[in-house]
């Protein structure tokens, strides 16, 4: 990384809450230390905010406005404008990138950070200096320049943050879980890094009184609130519902997804424990589903039909649309 360069934050890291708070976290430390300085427009912040507001309705325009103009206060000279006449003569896979291109030239940065790398081909910024990385790659490029003084700021920025999450408050291993397992935009370098900068009798002493879950932590979502493996986009219900359905034993289960059988105990013990809550968020998944125009009880096979809505409540699918679910169930449009 070079001396004090401009950054520009693509709106795409600064959607999601736990990257946002971290990225401009560092930012305020860095920039005390001119180690780099942070950039972007009030159209980034109306692309993130709007997409926000799409996907999140319990959050409010008032609020997230709120958030944007402490993040502009926070962050010196952080605004960047007279750069819409670039747009036009920029080429770039999705045009509707141009404009985060545009801003990085105009303000003559050499990093964009976004979660589409692949939208930012190098032969398009090769000739501005420009490069694009992913927060992960960013913040481990910041380590590796700055050794043990990265370190201690990539420290004191997730140390802060973490005092000030009280709703709801997080463990270290409920905070961890979050930054690498977030959807597009995984810390999974940073969060390795920050496991041996943290000692792990202090990770683990955090844990909540009578806390007995030590490989499984609660995610952000809506209103699903089954816990996930931790590190790993796995609900819990995912593992059980499959040695269920496919008679799995104990040491299959830790063979197929990789899990010390400390892991498969902890979540058979929990799904037992919590058969309420997995039938209360199948039931809400199934009727969520039912306002999509799918309806699991028109499947004649009824074990198929609780086969594929137990994987989708499990989250081991996707649902890319209704015709693809339905599909699979075999109805007729």
């Not at 795409?12 to 946002?20: D, I, S, T």
């Not at 700021?153 to 999450?165: D, G």
Request: aromatic share 6%.
């Amino acid at each position: 990384m070079n001396r004090n360069p401009a950054v520009v934050f693509d709106a795409c890291v600064l959607y999601p809450a736990p990257l946002r708070d971290l990225l401009v976290e560092l930012s305020g430390l860095a920039q005390d230390r001119d180690w780099f300085r942070a950039k972007w427009t009030t159209e980034i912040h109306e692309e993130w905010i709007r997409n926000l507001l799409e996907n999140r309705p319990d959050l409010t325009r008032e609020q997230l406005t709120r958030t944007r103009q402490l993040m502009d206060r926070y962050i010196d000279d952080c605004l960047v404008t007279g750069y819409e006449h670039r747009i036009e003569s920029l080429t770039l896979p999705d045009e509707n990138d141009r404009h985060v291109l545009a801003t990085a030239i105009e303000c003559g940065a050499s990093i964009i950070v976004t979660a589409n790398v692949t939208d930012f081909p190098a032969a398009a910024l090769v000739a501005s200096g420009i490069v694009a990385m992913t927060a992960d790659q960013f913040i481990i490029d910041l380590l590796d320049t700055h050794e043990e003084a990265g370190e201690k700021v990539l420290e004191e920025a997730v140390r802060s943050i973490k005092r000030r999450l009280k709703k709801p408050p997080r463990c270290w291993n409920q905070y961890l879980h979050c930054l690498e397992t977030m959807e597009g935009n995984e810390l999974i370098n940073t969060v390795a890094r920050l496991r041996t900068i943290i000692s792990k009798d202090e990770v683990l002493s955090d844990d909540p009184p009578g806390w007995r879950w030590k490989h499984l932590v609660a995610v952000d979502h809506e209103w699903k609130k089954q816990l996930h493996v931790l590190g790993r986009k796995l609900p819990a219900s995912t593992v059980w519902v499959a040695m269920q359905a496919n008679k799995l034993t104990k040491d299959q289960a830790v063979e197929n997804w990789d899990l010390p059988l400390s892991a498969i105990d902890e979540i058979i013990e929990y799904c037992e424990a919590n058969k309420e809550l997995l039938e209360n968020e199948a039931a809400e998944e199934k009727r969520r589903l039912e306002e999509k125009g799918i309806k699991i009880d028109d499947v004649e096979d009824s074990h198929q039909a609780e086969a594929v809505l137990e994987r989708i409540i499990a989250g081991k699918e996707a649902i890319q649309s209704s015709a693809s679910v339905r599909k699979e169930l075999g109805l007729n449009d």
